[in-house]
């Protein structure tokens, strides 16, 4: 395993990968885009191969979890879907696919990073027990605090915001990913994640409905704070 950490303007990215030439390319680029050595910290994100030498990066990304939401990109092979579907299930942010291009990685990086910064001013959200304070980023279901990782934060509050609209996947990675291009299972996952935190039964969903051959809709009916 070689990790490696990197430290921006308040911001902290810790690269984990069995390759020690996987991790000397990333940080290669991360650097360039602002970050600089910072190993003794506790990240603001982390990059992360799926495939490690003893610890799996699977179980790594559950013991994160357990101590921090820290944010996670998931490095995963080619065409290994299991695996990327596993790592998205385990709380993973966003993945990229094995080999990529560190550029798009970069992006990536910044992309979730951005959303786990100050968020701009923006109205309170309620529906159907739900509330969401985009500002504070926090989420509530029946005035208890809910557990949500980055994108599913992002995910919930575009639906309150957007109420009784069907959305496609590729609108939804578009809209709420901030990306034109993406496996489109990575938005399959992270709904299916928010069904089982905020359904009463989430394997009969009432509120994140599945508009068939369309995508995903919000069905509860808002109210503004």
Same mark, same amino acid.
């Not at 039964?201 to 509120?207: E, K, V």
């Given at each position: 395993? +070689?990790? +490696?950490?990197?430290?921006?303007?308040?911001?902290?990215?810790?690269?984990?990968?069995?390759? !020690?030439?996987? $991790?000397?390319?990333?940080?290669?680029?991360?650097?360039?885009?602002?970050? =600089?050595?910072? &190993?003794? /910290?506790?990240?603001?994100?982390?990059?992360?191969d799926?495939?490690?030498?003893?610890?799996?990066?699977?179980?790594?990304?559950?013991?994160?979890?357990?101590?921090?939401?820290?944010?996670?990109?998931?490095?995963? =092979? /080619?065409? @290994?879907?299991?695996?990327?579907?596993?790592?998205?299930?385990?709380?993973? @942010?966003?993945?990229?696919?094995?080999?990529?291009?560190? #550029?798009?990685?970069?992006?990536?990086?910044?992309?979730?990073?951005? /959303?786990?910064?100050? &968020?701009? !001013?923006?109205?309170?959200?309620? =529906?159907?027990?739900?509330?969401?304070?985009? +500002?504070? *980023? /926090?989420?509530?279901?029946?005035?208890t605090?809910?557990?949500?990782?980055?994108?599913?934060?992002?995910?919930? &509050?575009?639906f309150?915001?957007?109420?009784?609209?069907?959305?496609?996947?590729?609108?939804?990675?578009?809209?709420?990913?901030?990306? @034109?291009?993406?496996?489109?299972?990575?938005?399959?996952?992270?709904?299916?994640?928010? *069904?089982?935190?905020?359904?009463?039964? !989430? $394997?009969? !969903?009432?509120?994140? +409905?599945?508009?068939?051959?369309?995508?995903? #809709?919000? &069905?509860?009916?808002?109210?503004?704070?």
């Open positions: 395993m +070689q990790p +490696q950490s990197h430290e921006g303007v308040g911001s902290r990215v810790l690269v984990v990968d069995g390759d !020690p030439t996987v $991790a000397e390319v990333v940080t290669g680029y991360l650097e360039p885009a602002g970050l =600089a050595r910072a &190993a003794a /910290h506790w990240p603001d994100l982390v990059v992360l799926l495939m490690l030498p003893g610890m799996d990066g699977v179980e790594v990304c559950r013991r994160m979890r357990g101590r921090d939401p820290v944010p996670v990109i998931m490095l995963t =092979a /080619h065409g @290994d879907e299991d695996d990327r579907i596993l790592g998205l299930e385990v709380g993973a @942010d966003d993945h990229v696919t094995k080999p990529f291009s560190p #550029r798009e990685l970069v992006l990536r990086v910044e992309s979730v990073l951005r /959303h786990t910064g100050t &968020a701009r !001013p923006m109205r309170l959200l309620s =529906a159907a027990g739900l509330s969401v304070d985009p +500002q504070a *980023r /926090h989420a509530l279901k029946d005035g605090e809910l557990t949500v990782i980055v994108r599913e934060f992002d995910l919930l &509050a575009f309150l915001g957007h109420p009784g609209r069907a959305f496609s996947r590729e609108d939804l990675m578009r809209e709420v990913w901030g990306w @034109d291009f993406g496996d489109p299972s990575t938005v399959t996952v992270h709904v299916r994640r928010l *069904r089982g935190k905020v359904e009463d039964d !989430p $394997a009969r !969903p009432r509120l994140f +409905q599945t508009v068939w051959g369309v995508g995903y #809709r919000f &069905a509860g009916s808002p109210v503004g704070a």
